[in-house]
């Protein structure tokens, strides 16, 4: 199989790689569409938190928002048949702790990240393995372009459900990109008076194509909001967080700095904050795919480029590029 390898700081290449097989509780996939996301881009940089404190290590295979067809089970699978079309977890816990039979398989110790953490080799591939337990079916009319926005969505998603967003609540949303898009949508679903906070103007107007409000950061001001949700990966955005916090303020953490963000504790405690940093979106997959099902053209709205594999190291190089008043997201076509 064709596949995308990182093999140091700033360098990706397109190889020839064995075909995985798979074993008796695993699904083999043919990928269809895969997304490339920030993570990836700090992976290719070396700058991603995991590769500082050697939790990851290069070379590895990146790739965690994907969709593609079943091309054959292990003799113990049950609950997916080759055809069927398919996403999945990032998250792989080793099916057995307490955390794992709870739900919160991303919490396992010995969880591993797809295409990100453990050496489990992501979605940016002809072809790709996982457990049966991290696979999802895809319902009529979620296409394999939507499948691959599942990730992104699904974190976001879960970002806004802790933060108990909803009507009456003023809701900022920091960033245009697909996580703040998500968040954004999905709070102003909730009932939820929703802001977004972007820099660029081409952004603002793309969010404000979806009928959202929008703000330049420096037109913010002393506005108070009841939730926060930070979807940039800024360090310098985190830190100023509670500049328009009001008290009892709930602040959800999607993206992920390069750094420590240095949140102040002081002022958390003396504004009665509750922080949740949110770790992937496992616990709800579910309800994105159920909630693609039915609005299929905003998600695919923020589908912005659609490359070919052997494209996708210049554009990691390039920091995924962002054409002004496109979609936030880049996929790729296999």
Request: proline residues 7%; aromatic residues 4%; contains cysteine.
């Amino acid at each position: 199989m064709r596949a995308l390898r990182i093999t140091a700081p700033n360098t990706a290449t397109v190889l020839d790689r064995p075909d995985p097989q798979p074993g008796p509780d695993d699904v083999l996939i043919r990928i269809e569409r895969a997304g490339i996301c920030g993570t990836d881009v700090a992976l290719f940089r070396g700058t991603m938190p995991y590769l500082a404190d050697g939790r990851t290590t290069l070379p590895l295979q990146p790739g965690h928002e994907w969709a593609g067809r079943v091309v054959a089970v292990g003799d113990d699978v049950t609950t997916a048949t080759p055809g069927d079309l398919v996403t999945g977890d990032t998250f792989i816990g080793c099916g057995h702790c307490e955390r794992c039979t709870s739900g919160r398989h991303h919490l396992c110790p010995e969880h591993l990240e797809l295409g990100v953490l453990g050496q489990l080799d992501g979605a940016l591939a002809e072809l790709l393995v996982l457990p049966e337990r991290a696979v999802h079916r895809l319902p009529p009319g979620v296409e394999a372009d939507l499948g691959a926005m599942v990730e992104p969505a699904s974190c976001s998603l879960r970002g806004v459900r802790l933060t108990e967003a909803g009507p009456g609540d003023r809701v900022l949303v920091w960033g245009a990109g697909t996580l703040g898009m998500f968040a954004a949508l999905f709070a102003a679903e909730s009932g939820a008076t929703v802001t977004v906070a972007a820099r660029r103007e081409s952004d603002r107007g793309f969010a404000a194509g979806f009928g959202l409000d929008t703000r330049d950061p420096a037109e913010l001001g002393d506005e108070r909001f009841d939730v926060i949700i930070e979807a940039t990966g800024s360090g310098e955005v985190t830190r100023r967080l509670l500049d328009n916090a009001t008290a009892g303020v709930r602040i959800a953490l999607l993206g992920v700095p390069a750094g420590d963000a240095g949140l102040p504790s002081g002022t958390l405690i003396a504004r009665d904050a509750t922080v949740h940093a949110v770790l992937g979106g496992s616990a709800s997959i579910d309800e994105a795919v159920s909630r693609f099902a039915t609005m299929p053209d905003t998600v695919r709205r923020l589908i912005g480029t659609v490359i070919t594999l052997d494209e996708v190291p210049q554009v990691l190089a390039d920091g995924l590029p962002r054409a002004t008043g496109a979609g936030p997201k880049t996929q790729i076509r296999f």
